[in-house]
């Protein structure tokens, strides 16, 4: 079986955020299973690869395109649109000229795919959502599978640019890819895949509400009988505390880990002997910044200390660079990614904080929990899916939910989360039960396997 991932983005080559790790690593594990898979994404700036064709597209007049490969990677050569310093936005916001950016791309995957043929073309977010919908209207066989990684993310752009997908009009209407008078292009995605995915069983389910559906929620529950919700994995070669480089000394119970708390806080200039909430995240509302900014001061109140790594929106930036200088000490922001720092931080914390509004999947929480370190979130999604709520009694569970998303809510969780650290045998066990929790992608790939084959099956 050949499988084509079509994606924005994908490790080592370009990333933003998990999407990126998701599609370079699952392949590996696809691999294992005996399916052949060949990212295709654009040739952005630094992407090493060698001029296999051109191709002619009708957009704009014609536009020739390049293709380049790399091992099993496909590239989309056209530096006028891809070879910039960000991948959807400066500085400055987003690039306006996005639609037409992600139409050139999507047009010259379907004209590579008639060079290159593939049993499933897999497709990511809304970047790609065309390429469902030009399989179909220019009746190619290939199989499609769209998957939400976030639909918060949909690429909506305004109706005067519908000249520009090369569609006819009988597209643009409320039951084709119009959304509220623009055109949304992971809408197409979602109406013209065979098969859709999100990325946990939860979110699967949150999306079909009024909550959490961004307005679409009514058109994913028309088409609830293709959603499936599959669980990203994570890879225990990067993220693993026996073999991590980057940590201070690799380890594999809680004493090893408090060597790396030690190190972790001399090195943030805090103090060890308090608990330590880390966080390694982009800095965004949806992030839950919202209610943290407002409950920072109660929770160095609670006595924590607490560590940030990530970047992101200004506005909650600025907020937490001045939390950070209002409690040296105590607190460490880093507004910054550094990848060295984020295995620190996963390793040297005791709480890995994620009190995300909505998170399809996650992946830190993930991590968190192989590195011993106890995750604390909002109950939404993925997150719902991989904590359970911690029970000292019996010792089952391994984190701590708050269900109501509010600052007070977390500050409660956090105080509940404080008791038990001071229990200083439960935590030491609630911290290595957490190590035992397996989301490897080698468990996980065997779902997307099932799906490709019953995909296959639908059309013999």
């Excluded at 992407?47 to 007049?61: H, Q, S, V």
């Excluded at 200088?325 to 990614?337: C, D, E, L, M, T």
Aim: include cysteine.
């Amino acid at each position: 079986m050949k499988v084509a991932f079509v994606t924005s983005e994908a490790v080592p080559y370009a990333k933003t955020g998990g999407l990126a790790d998701v599609v370079g690593t699952l392949p590996v594990y696809l691999k294992q299973l005996g399916i052949e898979t060949n990212i295709i994404m654009p040739m952005y700036k630094g992407i090493r690869a060698e001029k296999i064709m051109e191709l002619n597209i009708d957009f704009d007049g014609q536009k020739r395109v390049g293709v380049y490969k790399n091992n099993s990677a496909y590239f989309i050569d056209y530096a006028e649109y891809f070879l910039r310093d960000g991948l959807y936005s400066s500085p400055s916001g987003d690039y306006p000229d996005n639609c037409e950016r992600f139409t050139l791309f999507a047009r010259s995957v379907i004209a590579l795919l008639e060079k290159v043929k593939f049993d499933i073309v897999h497709c990511h977010d809304w970047q790609t959502g065309l390429i469902p919908l030009y399989i179909k209207r220019i009746g190619l066989t290939t199989r499609t599978i769209f998957t939400i990684h976030n639909l918060g993310y949909q690429g909506k752009f305004p109706k005067e640019k519908f000249p520009i997908l090369g569609l006819e009009y009988e597209y643009f209407t409320p039951e084709g890819i119009e959304f509220y008078g623009d055109i949304n292009f992971l809408k197409a995605g979602i109406l013209y895949g065979d098969i859709i995915t999100t990325v946990s069983p939860t979110y699967a389910r949150e999306i079909q509400t009024k909550e959490y559906g961004f307005g679409l929620e009514g058109v994913l529950t028309k088409v609830n009988y293709k959603l499936y919700g599959i669980l990203n994995g994570i890879d225990y070669q990067i993220w693993n505390p026996e073999k991590d480089t980057l940590i201070y000394e690799p380890y594999i119970d809680f004493k090893g880990k408090q060597k790396n708390k030690l190190e972790l806080t001399n090195e943030c200039f805090l103090d060890y002997k308090k608990p330590l909430i880390g966080m390694v995240s982009r800095i965004a509302g949806q992030k839950g910044f919202d209610i943290l900014v407002k409950g920072l001061d109660d929770i160095i109140a609670l006595n924590y200390n607490f560590v940030l790594l990530g970047f992101g929106e200004e506005y909650y930036c600025k907020k937490l660079k001045k939390f950070g200088n209002a409690y040296p000490g105590q607190v460490s922001v880093n507004i910054k990614f550094n990848e060295m720092i984020a295995h620190r931080i996963y390793a040297g914390s005791d709480f890995f904080l994620m009190p995300s509004r909505y998170e399809p999947c996650g992946l830190g929480q993930m991590i968190s929990l192989k590195y011993g370190t106890v995750p604390i979130v909002h109950k939404t999604g993925g997150l719902t899916d991989t904590v359970i709520q911690f029970n000292p009694v019996d010792f089952s569970g391994n984190g701590f939910l708050f269900e109501t998303y509010s600052a007070e809510a977390l500050i409660n969780t956090l105080k509940t989360a404080y008791w038990v650290y001071l229990q200083k045998e439960i935590f030491e066990k609630l911290s290595e039960n957490c190590m035992r929790y397996n989301f490897s992608w080698k468990r996980l790939a065997g779902e997307y396997k099932k799906l490709y084959e019953k995909s296959i099956k639908r059309t013999t």
